[in-house]
């Protein structure tokens, strides 16, 4: 999930720059509704898993659709309409699920997720006008592996992350790097904890790049993890402690203005009962910044600038009715960003749900894509605001 840090243009560049989309779906200050793909035809549901950008008219999201399984999902919406995009057959008996894209150029795009079957595999594939075939992972530890998301710093540096699970044992946190033309797995800082996985990585830099996740502690407390790439090794960077006793804290999304304006967004919760977490490290601190309060789960963060901070997810104060969720930083406070009520009627399964974002480059509009109504039976869902 690349969040590309670029100048915002003045609104009469902007408007120049943007494509003309649908009447009901002009873009403008505030959240409006899709445009969104016509469900799949023979798909008993479908949502984004994540989106990324390189211009007004290249924008591709990727998840999954549903028959019998989960099946790999790929889409790109060239400034009018989403159209759906193959993927690579996988191999009898398996099924490829995607949770995480970037687009370095509309010709160089990598995609993330697993290889499922009888045992789940990381999965990598990458569209250099069609979707290629899996890449091989060098060094992949034994066992078990899925990556969650993928940022590229060019066509030659990037990463992606994941966990990891050998035959009888727990999550270990799974980073894996392209260089040199090749995926391999990198070395990790090793620690106390008896579990460890990653949700999301930002790379700013060759020597500047960014994880998190979750780890569990040997007294069983699950909090956050956070990981800094200096150009040479990883290591494990403390963070606040923001959960009371009981609570459990993870991380969904990271990325960075500058090497030391940095923003990492997850949830903290008791059980099934979820409020935001956002941390921020300004200069060389960690600290936990209040939210609005009004969401449940945080799954993407977009700086634009050091006061123009987006943070979206889930809405709602119940886990069984969410709906599309969004704040802004002004640099002193978060505060609620209308979006629209969720659908009336819907009960016993969230509404919809905002999973992925990313920014336009250039443009400072964002797209944010996930699922409405129900993930099993649902349709993928998006809203635009610039």
């Known amino acids: 999930m690349r969040t590309?840090?670029?100048?915002?243009?003045?609104?009469?560049?902007?408007?120049?720059?943007?494509?003309?989309?649908?009447?009901?779906?002009?873009?403008?200050?505030?959240?409006?509704p899709g445009p969104d793909m016509p469900p799949l035809n023979g798909a008993a549901g479908s949502e984004w898993r994540d989106v990324t950008a390189t211009s007004p008219t290249d924008v591709w999201a990727v998840g999954v659709w549903r028959n019998a399984g989960a099946n790999a999902l790929t889409a790109h919406f060239d400034g009018e309409n989403w159209k759906p995009v193959a993927t690579p057959v996988p191999p009898a008996s398996r099924r490829y699920e995607l949770t995480g894209v970037d687009a370095v150029s509309p010709t160089d795009v990598w995609a993330v997720g697993t290889s499922a079957g009888s045992t789940q595999s990381a999965l990598l594939?990458?569209?250099?006008?069609?979707?290629?075939?899996?890449?091989?992972?060098?060094?992949?530890?034994?066992?078990?592996?899925?990556?969650?998301?993928?940022?590229?710093?060019?066509?030659?540096?990037?990463?992606?992350?994941?966990?990891?699970?050998?035959?009888?044992?727990?999550?270990?946190?799974?980073?894996?790097?392209?260089?040199?033309?090749?995926?391999?797995?990198?070395?990790?800082?090793?620690?106390?904890?008896?579990?460890?996985?990653?949700?999301?990585?930002?790379?700013?830099?060759?020597?500047?790049?960014?994880?998190?996740?979750?780890?569990?502690?040997?007294?069983?407390?699950q909090d956050s993890l956070v990981l800094h790439w200096d150009g040479t090794s990883w290591r494990r960077v403390t963070v606040p402690d923001t959960g009371g006793p009981g609570e459990s804290q993870n991380l969904q999304a990271v990325a960075a203005l500058t090497a030391g304006d940095v923003w990492a967004v997850g949830e903290t919760c008791v059980e099934e009962d979820c409020r935001p977490l956002a941390l921020h490290l300004t200069g060389q601190e960690w600290t936990a910044v209040p939210t609005a309060g009004g969401g449940s789960e945080l799954t993407a963060v977009l700086p634009l600038a050091a006061d123009d901070v987006w943070i979206v997810g889930y809405g709602g104060d119940h886990p069984s009715i969410e709906f599309d969720y969004a704040e802004h930083w002004d640099g002193r406070k978060f505060t609620t960003d209308v979006i629209e009520e969720p659908p009336a009627g819907i009960v016993g399964e969230p509404a919809s749900a905002l999973e992925g974002a990313t920014i336009v480059p250039g443009t400072g509009t964002i797209w944010a894509v996930g699922w409405a109504e129900d993930p099993i039976e649902g349709v993928t869902h998006a809203i635009h605001r610039g």
């Open 4 to 32: 590309r840090i670029v100048s915002v243009l003045a609104a009469t560049t902007v408007a120049a720059l943007l494509p003309a989309l649908p009447a009901n779906a002009a873009l403008g200050p505030k959240w409006s």
């Open 125 to 221: 594939m990458r569209f250099t006008g069609v979707w290629g075939a899996p890449a091989v992972v060098q060094g992949l530890p034994a066992g078990e592996s899925a990556l969650t998301d993928v940022d590229m710093l060019s066509s030659a540096q990037g990463w992606a992350v994941g966990r990891t699970v050998a035959s009888g044992g727990t999550a270990k946190a799974l980073i894996v790097r392209w260089n040199a033309g090749q995926w391999s797995a990198a070395a990790l800082p090793q620690d106390d904890s008896t579990s460890t996985e990653l949700n999301a990585v930002y790379t700013r830099s060759t020597t500047d790049a960014w994880a998190v996740g979750t780890r569990t502690g040997a007294d069983g407390a």
